[in-house]
């Protein structure tokens, strides 16, 4: 207990215990409470997270795309992390400026190969467009080779990413009941089913429905075939140089 929050800090957790409290639901991904000072695992008393927490039980609604830090807080508050899903994501828009860039390269693509004239009138138009909505500075296009093709790969990068929309409230939307049922039954002492980690925005449809205690890597899943398949490749070269070299197979390993 060398290293010590201040003691605003401290003295909210004391006020919790004053209360009487039954649990403690910590929202947030992630907080502070399982980075304070003490070991990494197999917390004392002498440890921060434990001398504050005690005997709660600590519930913590978790982004389902963030395992790494779930664990940290499993590993030092022994945290039920009920999953929830990120923020929705929505299709990024080119706004005025690329827009009209956008609609210049498309007459360009058209012009090129059927009008030479119109496609250099465009191709300077473009150029134009650019540096008025500051993309010659930030392509670097004075020095470029084919300026052109930096544009239109910067626009067409714009147009198919993808951000995510404002915060999840916890509870609401698709995965709204499964959240709300799992922090539930958590605060009414029974068990919380486990389940995967990981981005239902990248092909991991596993993960839903949420409201699932995380878990960061799936054992019946490692290794994975490829992985496996270069072990054995590894293994049979081991036996291999050894025979080479020794003229005789491993006794032990």
Not at 113 to 137: C, K, M, N, Q, T
Not at 170 to 186: C, I, P, S, T, Y
Request: glycine share 12%; with cysteine.
């Amino acid at each position: 207990l060398s290293r010590c929050p201040r003691h605003s800090y401290v003295a909210f957790y004391l006020w919790l215990r004053a209360q009487g409290i039954d649990a403690l639901v910590h929202v947030g991904a992630h907080g502070t409470l399982e980075w304070l000072p003490g070991k990494a695992v197999a917390l004392s008393d002498a440890c921060w997270p434990e001398a504050l927490t005690r005997d709660w039980p600590v519930l913590y609604p978790f982004i389902v795309n963030d395992p790494g830090e779930a664990a940290q807080a499993k590993r030092r508050l022994g945290a039920v992390t009920i999953g929830h899903v990120p923020p929705a994501l929505v299709q990024a828009e080119t706004g005025a400026g690329l827009g009209r860039l956008e609609a210049l390269l498309d007459e360009y693509a058209n012009a090129d190969g059927l009008d030479p004239a119109r496609r250099d009138r465009l191709r300077a138009s473009i150029a134009e467009e650019a540096d008025s909505v500051g993309l010659g500075e930030t392509l670097g296009l004075a020095g470029a080779e084919d300026p052109l093709a930096r544009i239109d790969a910067f626009v067409c990068d714009v147009k198919g990413s993808q951000f995510g929309e404002g915060l999840h409230v916890f509870g609401r939307g698709e995965q709204g009941a499964a959240e709300r049922a799992g922090l539930l039954a958590g605060l009414a002492g029974e068990r919380v089913p486990a389940g995967p980690s990981g981005s239902p925005y990248r092909g991991r449809a596993d993960v839903l429905p949420t409201g699932r205690n995380l878990y960061a890597i799936d054992p019946r899943a490692v290794p994975s075939r490829a992985a496996q398949g270069q072990g054995v490749k590894l293994a049979e070269e081991l036996l291999r140089r050894h025979m080479q070299e020794e003229g005789d197979y491993l006794r032990t390993l």
